[in-house]
């Protein structure tokens, strides 16, 4: 059974920093694509950042310059470094996986709560 488990969300001040991780089992995700989403409450799940199997990296407008996405490849873990959080950022964060050529994600984390107090 194929899972993925995000960990390290919690309660921030506004320009703190939280470092979550994802970590997948069940399957080898050997040419994956991994990537980050969110969503707070009443609104849309929204992209943030994908990395490749061979760690080239895209990010969404809203979270340039303040996150950083990351793979262990090994560990069958990536990470999502946030620096600069902003109440804004209050959201269920989720880690997904999908093939590298693929359009659509198969597996879908759980998610971690991620609050940012002003």
């Known amino acids: 059974q194929v899972q993925l488990v995000e960990s390290g969300g919690g309660l921030v001040q506004a320009g703190g920093s939280l470092r979550l991780s994802c970590a997948a089992s069940g399957r080898t995700f050997i040419g994956y694509t991994w990537g980050w989403f969110r969503q707070a409450p009443g609104q849309e799940r929204e992209f943030l950042a994908h990395i490749t199997w061979s760690g080239g990296w895209t990010y969404a407008h809203s979270v340039k310059g303040r996150f950083t996405i990351s793979r262990d490849n090994a560990k069958n873990t990536m990470y999502l470094q946030m620096n600069g959080l902003k109440p804004e950022d209050t959201a269920v964060y989720y880690c997904?996986?999908?093939?590298?050529?693929?359009?659509?994600?198969?597996?879908w984390g759980q998610g971690t709560q991620v609050t940012v107090s002003s």
């Open positions: 997904a996986a999908r093939p590298g050529g693929a359009v659509e994600y198969d597996y």
